[in-house]
Nanobody, 125 residues
Framework: QVQVAESGGGLVQTGGSLRLSCVASVETHWSYCMGWFRQAPGREREGVAAVDSNGSTSYVPSVKGRFTISRDDAKNTVYLQMNNLNAEDTAMYYC???????????????????WGQGTQVTVSS
């Protein structure tokens, strides 16, 4: 059983930045792909960014150039640096862990087995 826990959400103004953190209960270099997902009220869960154990990454087009995912396997932690935030980024953000996978599947929620409780990100205008 893998446990993941997110932190770092909060309220930020348009154009601001936040860094989310996700700590896993196992050594993440053990072939786990780590992903960030988000869900806004009334909308489906969306894959935002993911990084696999081999360093391959995926981003949803709406965050490319603004968000950066990284992992520190020594700390069993994955980060999501979010810059130039806007109202469309307001959502509950979830961290997830799954088996190492091809880039094409990294943003699909059904490929992840372990999920955190989420951290709220609210962007105000």
């Amino acid at each position: 059983q893998v446990q993941v826990a997110e932190s770092g959400g909060g309220l930020v103004q348009t154009g601001g930045s936040l860094r989310l953190s996700c700590v896993a209960s196992v050594e993440t270099h053990w072939s786990y792909c780590m992903g960030w997902f988000r869900q806004a009220p009334g909308r489906e869960r969306e894959g935002v960014a993911a990084v696999d154990s081999n360093g391959s990454t995926s981003y949803v087009p709406s965050v490319k150039g603004r968000f950066t995912i990284s992992r520190d396997d020594a700390k069993n932690t994955v980060y999501l640096q979010m810059n130039n935030l806007n109202a469309e980024d307001t959502a509950m953000y979830y961290c997830a862990a799954g088996p190492s996978m091809l880039v094409g599947g990294q943003l699909l929620a059904e490929n992840y087995k372990y999920w955190g409780q989420g951290t709220q990100v609210t962007v105000s205008s």
